[in-house]
């Protein structure tokens, strides 16, 4: 090492350079290459970490300890930045004598001379496994949480706003406003910290969708002009007619965005005026640049603080009080959110000054040929292909009528397979041009199907265009799906015109490039009276009532005997077919809207599956019984209306 390292390090002896060596000995993990990027040397803190002999690594390529499942497309970048002479810093998952993973945080330095190809790299790293252990924990506990709470969160929000519609007295109606605002800010703050949690592990996603920003602006507008109003605050609106009335990009992050800022500026502003700004602040080949400015006259922030409260977890202080409550989240958030997307956050304001933050984001034209969504077409006509012949692995019922219902109207063949082995079965004698896998079924799960087609089947079956869908939306699920092979990923409930665009762009890409996507985006801001929501059933039907009425008669028959088997298989303590009853139900609720019970469904299905806290399952299940009950009754009275209307 002294050798390979003296003409590296100024230093004026080999003594001196011993000591260097003893010391990074005792506190990194040494690697050295040449330029073929063979090893020819490695310290003892190497040597005890594999597991391995000096002897054993010399002359062996330097990504001898690289696991098999880490990224190649990582590994392909390190030495791409390496042979071009930049330091590369990052993390390497490796894999001891034992077999045993670790983690390596590495920086890799290049040596090479006059701009030639390097002749040496040197690996300085050290072990990073228990911080990565210790980050899963923490994901695995906001995970856990973020299901804990929203169950109970969710359940006083549903049932105070059925509250909020009876007869109350002045000083209860106060009251259930008071719950109704705390459980928001609760919810809002779970949101916050699970969206945290995804940018700070590199998964959070942004969606590629058609929208109006003018519908967001506007209904966001509406919305904190009467909490302004409250505070006896003015709140202006100033939207640029230039601004384009449709844009791709994700609605539901610029959403967030504003509510943030804006709730901001209500909460910290105690007179004067709000101001909203939208407009378009520049225009490129590939996309719109939009600019956002929220404007306040509030207490304003120090200077000096600027920059601290764009921090996670940070609030200014004075006086060392906090001035405001709050989880000190919503700027860092907001910050990211735009930089995430390729924008540019900045902040203005001064003690007693008021605050003006503005943000810029580009979107792209609906028409761009990059986009990944449905295109809209220049007044031509989708080209004309064959019929698609869809293969569909779904183990419930009542989602296996609404897939086909829908693939009869997409006009598309489609076959039917109740688990991952059936689906293998039919793929081995019939013909497909698509697989529809749900990840989720008895006998073999979606995971294990997927598996068998691509490393089993000879082509072109092997390669098929697969899409799974799932209704499990949190952690890694994407990205587990992907990696068991599958080109795409729709969660549940799915959006219909996005679940024929991907279709229509695995089968057939130029296609795809020519679907035309309506464009009358109805958006509603709908407070909700009852126990059910029909709008999804609304958008399933497209005003077949005949499917309507199925779907409801459905739920009406269906419902009371599978109450009465999530009793019974409690009681028998029959954990899989209470697990099995209780997954199965979830799509029922979804279609028919009743969401104050969805997480108590989901967690007796979870609960049954892993066989803890079966005694809390009792309780879960009258709450069910009741909600579903009076849910009943609603949906009768939907149903005797379609039919009076088909009457007349």
């Not at 969504?373 to 779904?394: C, F, Q, W, Y």
Request: with cysteine; hydrophobic share 35%.
């Amino acid at each position: 090492m002294i050798q390979h390292l003296h003409d590296y390090i100024p230093v004026n002896s080999i003594k001196e350079l011993s000591v260097y060596q003893k010391i990074l000995d005792n506190t990194a993990i040494l690697v050295l290459a040449d330029e073929d990027r063979q090893i020819i040397y490695v310290n003892q803190k190497f040597c005890e970490k594999s597991g391995l002999k000096r002897d054993d690594v010399l002359g062996k390529p330097m990504d001898i300890l690289r696991a098999s499942d880490f990224s190649k497309d990582e590994l392909e970048n390190m030495w791409l930045t390496l042979e071009q002479g930049n330091v590369w810093k990052g993390e390497l998952l490796n894999v001891q004598a034992d077999n045993q993973t670790y983690w390596e945080e590495a920086v890799i330095y290049p040596f090479r001379s006059n701009g030639d190809k390097p002749y040496q790299y040197l690996s300085i790293g050290s072990d990073i496994t228990p911080f990565k252990n210790a980050m899963q924990i923490k994901d695995q506990f906001l995970a856990n949480m973020s299901h804990e709470l929203r169950t109970p969160l969710h359940s006083i929000y549903s049932l105070t706003n059925l509250l909020e519609e009876t007869t109350l007295s002045d000083e209860q109606s106060s009251y259930v406003e008071n719950i109704l605002n705390a459980t928001g800010i609760l919810m809002r703050m779970v949101e916050d910290m699970l969206d945290l949690n995804k940018i700070e592990n590199g998964q959070i996603r942004f969606q590629s969708k058609i929208f109006n920003p003018q519908i967001i602006v506007n209904s966001l507008a509406k919305m904190f002009r009467e909490k302004a109003r409250e505070k006896k605050l003015n709140f202006h609106l100033e939207y640029d007619p230039s601004v384009p009335e449709f844009v791709l990009g994700d609605p539901f992050r610029l959403k967030q965005i504003l509510v943030h800022l804006l709730e901001n500026a209500v909460k910290y502003t105690q007179r004067g005026d709000i101001f909203l700004k939208c407009r378009l602040a520049g225009n490129n080949p590939e996309s719109f640049v939009f600019e956002f400015i929220v404007t306040d006259t509030g207490i304003g922030i120090a200077k000096e603080n600027l920059a601290m409260i764009q921090e996670k977890f940070q609030q200014e202080q004075m006086d060392d009080k906090r001035i405001y409550k709050g989880q000190g989240l919503g700027l860092s958030i907001v910050k990211q959110l735009i930089e995430l997307q390729r924008g540019e956050f900045t902040i203005s304001s001064g003690e007693t000054e008021g605050t003006q933050v503005q943000f810029l984001i580009p979107y792209q034209f609906p028409l761009s040929e990059k986009a990944d969504d449905p295109l809209m077409t220049n007044g031509s006509e989708p080209e004309k292909t064959h019929t698609m012949r869809v293969l569909i692995a779904e183990d419930v019922d009542i989602n296996q009528l609404v897939i086909k219902k829908h693939m009869q109207k997409f006009g598309f063949n489609a076959e039917f397979a109740e688990n991952g082995k059936m689906a293998i079965e039919k793929l081995r004698t019939g013909h497909y041009d698509i697989v529809l896998m749900d990840m989720q079924m008895p006998v073999m799960d979606g995971y294990e199907a997927i598996r068998i087609i691509r490393n089993d089947f000879p082509e072109p079956v092997k390669s098929i265009p697969i899409i799974s869908i799932t209704a499990s939306v949190m952690g890694e699920a994407p990205r587990k799906c992907l990696e068991a092979g599958a080109n795409d990923y729709v969660p549940k409930p799915y959006d219909i015109k996005d679940l024929r665009m991907k279709m229509e762009k695995w089968v057939n890409p130029t296609v795809n490039n020519q679907i035309t996507q309506g464009m009358n985006m109805k958006q509603e801001e709908k407070k909700y009276e009852s126990l059910i929501d029909l709008d999804y059933l609304e958008q399933l039907s497209e005003g077949d009532d005949d499917f309507t009425i199925s779907m409801l008669s459905y739920f009406l028959e269906n419902t009371p005997g599978v109450i009465n088997e999530l009793k019974q298989f409690h009681k028998d303590k029959d954990w899989k077919s209470l697990r099995n009853v209780a997954h199965k139900f979830k799509p029922q609720l979804t279609f028919m809207g009743i969401k104050s019970v969805f997480n108590e469904v989901e967690t007796i299905e979870q609960n049954a599956a892993n066989e803890v806290k079966t005694d809390d399952i009792p309780a879960l299940i009258k709450t069910v019984e009741e909600i579903c009950s009076k849910a009943m009754e609603e949906i009768r009275s939907e149903l005797e209306k379609i039919l009076d209307k088909n009457q007349d």
